[in-house]
């Protein structure tokens, strides 16, 4: 790690991620804000300290949470990237009390990786699998916890913490070791989450394809919603389905459960979120710092910086997973989008026109597509071409204000 | 050819245009609108005619010019099929004058190859060749003209039109009967082709990535440019490049070139243009009215159908092919696009701004890029990352006024 | 259903499995042997008889079993409709006794999807879905088998199957009927999945990229692997992953497991496997002969067929799925592949030669790569460059003669 | 340029040849043979010289041929990597007379480029262009070759190449300098290119899909097509069509023509051969090191090296390149490819074994497809299953021995 220059805070390094057939190494760059002392509010330029221990600056106060922020694990969703140069652009003007890891371009094969003139980068082009399904469950470690806390409840809640912490490391890194090797969408995932593990806070910056931002928060965490600059959130169930998000906290939400049975109480440790950016293969500066500014909200409220930040003033509004509904096309055809993602829609409005020209002088010729019921229309699909069953919409239902 | 539907002044059929590897036929619709005799201006319902000769409806009547109309050759373009269903709604309750074939969805293998969320409808994805450069040059019969015309130079012109026209037929006939068969894309575009040779007016209906609307007109007949609903028109050189419009022109205009230097006198007997009508992935039914009135508009000045269409009043804007420039991108990395397409830009306003997250702490982390020159940007990319080299835009330079 | 022709047993009918974006459906034939009598062994021409009944024709002897054959349902895995063609010429010269339907052809989307010069069809292009991951499990009903076989016990056997199979059958109904749609591959692998539930054999031809045939033998059904004409199975748990054969065998399993649980004795009443018949991209007629014997073999094992067909003599070998190692490029590079397919490799034997030519004049340049253990290698990846992690080759460990 | 390892001759480099949207370099290695002095023969390790000057260590006597050679341009054509490899650690123990420049590894991007289990390396993904098309023809140096002659005719022959070759390289410069940028595959063609006009013999390293070795031979250079271990050479007009090849012979042999015609005689003074190493997505080391000493039994022959090498004897058959005939499927199916690459075919006899599935009952189903005429053929499609339309074999005729 190295300064990133003379005029910032962050450090620089990169993290090696795979590697092509060419042999050259796929990396992603990180960038490290280090926490410094709180107390005296010192605020430390890159070099000035080693960068071994997390917090080494804040003497004896309480080490402030730490953060792991990635960007672009799908190679079209480039937004975050932005959001990121934002956001460590304002970072160097707060006193950052916690470690803050950024990782843009997370994912430079699925980033690099072009068909006709947009990016392919939702699945791995050999085997299909989405880059955001392949992160690990750590199946044998939640199975184990009984046993594990039987022999460690004698720890701190710090020192079980560091030690549950150490044992996602450990099994990371084997996973990473295998003898007969691991996928290469299971590499990138691992070698990223191992970084996300060090860290107390965990943001995956995604987009939709034609989307409204909106979060991706866990049941148990509901109440850090409000700080995002985020109009929409899915409360998602606290269980792991392969993603960054879950990843990070299924574990750990794991553990909490089994020991506030066993009578120990205490707050999941980890919090981590998805969130949605809007629309993929856009960049758009001004609304990544409005999106800086969230993440920024939401770290003050958490400690991670000194300053206080207040959330946007917004309304926010939430919808349970299982109100989250696809709407496949039931015919194929040429797709007018009528319904503006983010704006309620009542049932029987038109969420599509559907063009058939194969049945001019028929009313099938051009037909509306509306839903039963009420929702938020929330992404839509990206072309304007669908065969039939492509997922056209995703809308929320029975929707309620957070 | 039977009636679209009883509402309906349209005939329907479906061209054979190739064959798919689980051998389904690859096909298109093409409707046809008759035309009937202009001076009783009788409007004439599918069926109540043969269809087996062009005008015979038409009495002694000089027969109205025939028309030939096609969209969405390339996959992702797929505006051209919404203007083609309302030019054909509003035909409905027109006197149409010559005969107008209209061939939307011209391409089903484009338009069905889709790779992610995109269309990958630009080339053929077996062997890369861009759909719009397989049309035949017809070289042999050009290179054939002078002793061609010796043999025939005593017919009318009428005549001689018909004779020559029958040769540009023959010649595909030839080409899609070779007995070392033909490329895929060869086959699509010559069977389209003839189709187009047997019209006066051949009209290719495309879009740009993300594209204000404009013309490609031929520098023969630029007079013709103030009737499409379009602001931009490239003045083209009157040359064969691989594409439909220049595929149905060059002929016709090398045989008016060297009659006239031989003191024939004849216009060029054949009108064509491509239309980009703005954005591809991208159905607007609004906008594709206002495209469909603009080619009525021109369909009304050429005399086939009855009635008077004005042209929409709107400045018009020229610029030659030598002037339209593309900018490749000198730098990879994440793209803002800035300059807004169709608005003038002046010399070293920005362009784009370009991110690039690996620099982060440098000033090359966010740097505008911008042109040497004023310009009208006509299009960009679709995506917004790039490799080194991607074509970023096209603009415009030396414009004038139509 | 019509005939296939004067001269074929085979009835003809097409089997609609979506819409594409032009608005042609998706269609895939379907050709079907009807059962005859087996007491007077009667070669019923098509169109002697409705097609109605399934065994209509074979008086009060006891039904034969039906079959349901599909093929290339990953587009670049075209040798089982070679195997399919070859079945069916053979079975014009034998007595059919229980109905017969082959599904060639039967994933048009993914076999007309090309990319380069190879066919893209392992997953549908948009979503990355593996087109065989795709079916139905039917998970309620598998979770109501208790409450169901108690309102159901009265029954027969026989008719506790058919009211089974009609609960199957209408579950894939209501999928396919879903308001809010369903996926494209879903709608495709629930469709054949349909037909597939009709049969009490189930056969789904696939193959391996660069691969020797193998067999996925359900361990119930261990048995039955020494018909077919295939040296290597997989006995794989009586378990739903998704794929075809899992889907027609695993609720069958899962009843015939409780019902025995219950006292309630009978074979598992479907057979269901998955033949990998050597390599994609090839098609190899002679060969596909040796595998229709096989599939006949295994027919007339069973009864479908009247006489009796001796499987091919050859030794053949059994791997339980958990011994089945995939390993993956642990480097990236150019590779040669060394081990031969079908062909047993020592431990520490070369696997491939790793080529580095961005390493040459060290000994990384070109390297063998080894397993640390006895196998067979079952298959390889098909391209001869691979980035880290690839799976480079599927071998089976601790290999058993059957 | 630093010394690939103690143990090797090869000085070892990159060249940059673009830059991805994460902005992470494209580049390729480069491995350099320096030519030492052919009088006293000494084998001069990498280190021993500063590497700056060609041929600084062969004194007075007359500098010996310099060479190019690139492979893996089309990104699944990896055989050539191997040959290189082969011919490189031969070289090792040959006395190396004239430079030898090797570029493995020529085209990452392509090579990179997977798309399902392929590579999909024939063409840019976002443009569909040929990476083999991109080279640049330097059209305005061959215009002016009469004036320039004219001011430079004074110059000795050493002399005026010496300029002419600059003239090439500065005009490849301004290529990539220009600042409207230049598209991505033109960037990589020139940047490759402007190394092999220093060179005077140039060898671009390919493979057809499935194919027989062939060698593309300029007319002018028939006799060289002897010393190659290939048998089949394809003979082209001296002409430019984009590929490397051309690029390289064509502005010389249109300067020594024009010089011709003015009374100066010299032979062409580059050789430019595109070598077709058998089929992509193979690496074969041992067929690779056949492939390598042919090369080295040509570079004998231009005295690049010291000893004597021998060609392979093994007949060689020629073919003008307006009988190499292309044969493009005239109906979609599933393809038996019959005919073996390299074995002569009379006509008639069964090319490809053609089925169709969805025509089972008719003769249509099962095929042979023959051509009118004997040939050679020399390479087929890949793909098992083709569209219509499909090049499906490209074949010799009136052939000829060598």
Redesign the interface.
């Known amino acids: 790690m190295t300064?990133?220059?003379p005029?910032?805070k962050?450090l620089?390094s990169r993290v090696t991620l795979?590697?092509?057939?060419?042999?050259?190494a796929l990396?992603?760059?990180v960038?490290t804000f280090k926490g410094c002392d709180a107390d005296n509010g010192t605020d430390k330029k890159a070099g000035s300290h080693s960068g071994a221990n997390r917090g080494d600056n804040c003497g004896n106060s309480r080490a402030a949470a730490s953060v792991y922020i990635q960007a672009n694990v799908h190679?079209?969703e480039?937004?975050g990237?932005?959001v990121?140069?934002q956001l460590?652009t304002l970072l160097e003007d707060y006193t950052v009390l916690g470690d803050i890891h950024c990782v843009?371009?997370a994912n430079?094969?699925g980033?690099?990786?072009?068909?006709?003139?947009?990016?392919?980068?939702?699945?791995?082009?050999?085997?299909?699998?989405?880059w955001n399904r392949e992160y690990y469950e750590h199946a044998a470690i939640v199975a184990d916890i009984p046993k594990w806390f039987e022999s460690n409840k004698q720890l701190s809640d710090a020192e079980l913490f560091s030690a549950f912490r150490q044992r996602l490391l450990t099994s990371c890194q084997e996973r990473l070791n295998n003898?007969?090797?691991?996928?290469?969408?299971?590499?990138l995932a691992v070698t990223l989450q191992s970084m996300a593990h060090e860290a107390d806070i965990v943001l995956d910056l995604h987009t939709g394809?034609k989307s409204a931002k909106h979060l991706y928060c866990p049941e148990y965490d509901i109440e850090s919603a409000r700080f995002f600059s985020i109009p929409f959130s899915l409360i998602i169930p606290n269980e792991f389905g392969g993603a960054m998000d879950e990843a990070a906290f299924y574990p750990w939400w794991q553990l909490q459960q089994y020991c506030a049975a066993q009578g120990r109480e205490f707050s999941v440790p980890v919090a981590a979120f998805t969130l949605e950016l809007a629309s993929?293969?856009?960049?758009?500066?001004a609304d990544a710092k409005e999106d800086a500014l969230g993440i920024l909200a939401y770290l003050s409220h958490r400690g991670v910086i000194k300053e206080k930040v207040q959330p946007a003033e917004m309304p926010r509004w939430g919808c349970f997973l299982a109100n989250y509904?696809?709407?496949?096309?039931?015919?194929?055809?040429?797709?007018?989008y009528c319904a503006e993602v983010g704006k309620p829609l009542a049932a029987g409005e038109p969420l599509v026109?559907l063009?058939?020209?194969?049945?001019?002088?028929?009313k099938q010729?051009?037909e509306p597509v509306s839903l039963?019921c009420d929702c938020v229309p929330v992404l839509h699909?990206?072309?304007?071409?669908?065969?039939?069953?492509?997922?056209?919409y995703k809308v929320m239902t029975e929707v309620f204000e957070l």
Do not use: C
């Open positions: 300064a990133a220059s005029t910032s962050a620089v795979g590697e092509l057939a060419t042999g050259q990396t992603a760059p960038y190679g079209a480039v937004q990237n932005a990121i140069y460590m843009p371009l430079p094969l980033i690099n990786q072009k068909s006709g003139e947009f990016t392919l980068g939702r699945f791995d082009p050999i085997t299909g699998v989405n003898s007969w090797g691991i996928s290469t969408g299971h590499q394809p993929q293969e856009r960049i758009d500066m509904k696809k709407f496949h096309a039931t015919k194929a055809g040429l797709v007018e026109t063009l058939r020209l194969d049945q001019y002088g028929s010729a051009l039963p699909f990206a072309s304007a071409s669908v065969h039939q069953g492509t997922e056209l």
